[in-house]
């Protein structure tokens, strides 16, 4: 029995645990293009992808979140490694007009599997800073973001939007923590080509 094939599927993929130095026991077929973050090693998105030739003329192979995020030294069989973190800050690039309240960001985005971050914002007039509510839609302005929860596993940079009624919407600059949009890729079995 081969301990690899040259096609690309699981039942081709290596045979042996793979993510053994990583402390897994994850063999080729049951990490076979994984794309769930944390299935074998906590933080990490670990997958086996087949790279063919038409692959590893492209300047990015696609991750999880079909981004093109590296490119494989060789074609064959692979082991991405693909990192995760959390939201370490968000800044106001533009507080909006027309929030009548405090709320809540919601965010898109930002790869799958991940824990959703819970972040707040507050509003003030943005004639009078003392004053938290104003009858003229156009001054209220959302002046302060709270990350009340970071959120994990993100692969991406989420976007940030305001929940609420507006008349402009306010804009948010993420910035991420963690290996966010790190990916390593390691040829395992260097091959002509994997079809």
Known sequence: MALWGAQ??????PKWTVLSGLGSSANGFTAYQNVMTSAFVT???????????VEIANTGLNSSNGKGVG???????????????????????????????NGFITLTGG??????????????????????FSSNAYQNTIVSVTINSPGSN????PV??????????????????????RVQFETLVALNNVA
């Open 8 to 13: 690309d599927n699981s039942a081709n993929a």
């Open 43 to 53: 933080g990490l998105q670990l997958g086996i992808e087949g790279v063919n030739t």
């Open 71 to 101: 490119k494989a030294a060789h074609t064959g069989w692979n082991l991405r490694k693909e990192g995760t973190g959390y939201i370490s800050s968000i800044a106001i690039t533009s507080g909006g007009q027309g929030y009548n309240a």
């Open 111 to 132: 790869g799958q599997n991940n824990t959703a971050a819970n972040i707040s914002y507050t509003i003030a007039n943005s004639l009078n800073s003392q004053q938290t």
């Open 154 to 157: 993100y692969t991406l940079t």
């Open 160 to 181: 940030a939007s305001a929940l609420g009624a507006n008349l402009a919407a306010a804009t948010f600059t993420v910035t991420m923590g963690g290996r966010v949009g």
